[in-house]
């Protein structure tokens, strides 16, 4: 496995050569021929580091829900192809999906995780165009998920899992038309900023042994109509098997005391309904 010292320091001269002028065909492709041997190292080392780690983390997750719904959502999850959450900010939805995602993966139920979002700005105000690749440009958006992964897998797993072995996969909703996911748990973020075709887009993508969590506020939409809401209403007006629809209220919120006033606060002020 892996490159050994002659084809290192032929690697080496290579990439010494290509800095200063063009490769010939044959030299390109012995450069990326060594260089996709480095990163299949690299893939196998930290798949044989995850196996050896993986046993001992699911024997030390526990997941703690907090109130009736938190333990309605989970058993969703357990038990659906697609659980949808929504309801009011702070009441765990997206540290939950992802802690559980996170306990499945570790027991080797799933083969991966993949997380995704909606680039939609708060309010529709934006700092503008940000030149970069479709997964730098996503993980602004999934902060949050990534660190609630990071305090299951260890923040170095998931980044080394996202840039090298594939088990965590950011997937940029714009190029969700053609996927077909298998044996994953699929996440959902901020799903009420979704558009219904996003939302049939992403529902579809659902392989064998594939779940989808479906998390969102629609009390805070920043587009003319949500995906969510309407997924909801589909779902309760035809009855559809094997979805679970969890509604989180103001009364579920763990965040913090003042976060719970201020909802109630704001839905009190009639702007603020889900």
Excluded at 92 to 116: D, F, H, M, P, Q
Excluded at 177 to 195: H, Q
Excluded at 260 to 265: F, I, N, S
Aim: contains cysteine; aromatic residues 6%.
């Amino acid at each position: 496995m892996g490159l050994n010292n002659r084809e290192y320091k032929e690697l080496e001269k290579l990439q010494k050569k290509s800095g200063f002028t063009k490769l010939s065909v044959s030299e390109q492709r012995r450069l990326e021929k060594l260089k996709g041997l480095i990163e299949n190292d690299k893939k196998q080392v930290a798949k044989d580091k995850w196996e050896n780690d993986r046993s001992l983390k699911a024997q030390q997750l526990h997941i703690q829900t907090l109130n009736k719904n938190q333990a309605e959502f989970l058993k969703s999850m357990k038990n659906n192809v697609i659980t949808i959450g929504s309801g009011s900010s702070g009441t765990g939805k997206t540290y939950l999906a992802c802690r559980y995602a996170a306990s499945e993966l570790l027991a080797g139920n799933i083969k991966k995780i993949v997380i995704t979002r909606p680039y939609v700005a708060v309010s529709g105000r934006t700092t503008g165009f940000k030149p970069n690749t479709d997964i730098e440009k996503l993980r602004a958006f999934v902060l949050p998920m990534l660190y609630y992964l990071g305090e299951v897998l260890g923040p170095e797993y998931v980044e080394n899992q996202i840039q090298i072995a594939g088990t965590i996969e950011l997937a940029p909703l714009e190029s969700i038309r053609g996927r077909d996911f298998k044996e994953s748990i699929l996440i959902s973020d901020e799903s009420s900023n979704m558009t219904i075709g996003e939302v049939q887009a992403l529902s579809t993508r659902l392989g064998e042994g594939t779940r989808w969590v479906c998390i969102g506020d629609n009390a805070q939409c920043d587009t003319n109509n949500s995906g969510l809401r309407w997924f909801e209403n589909l779902v309760n007006k035809h009855h559809i098997s094997n979805i679970g629809v969890v509604k989180f209220t103001h009364d579920d919120i763990v965040r913090s005391g003042m976060v719970k006033e201020l909802v109630v606060a704001f839905e009190l002020e009639g702007g603020y309904k889900s």
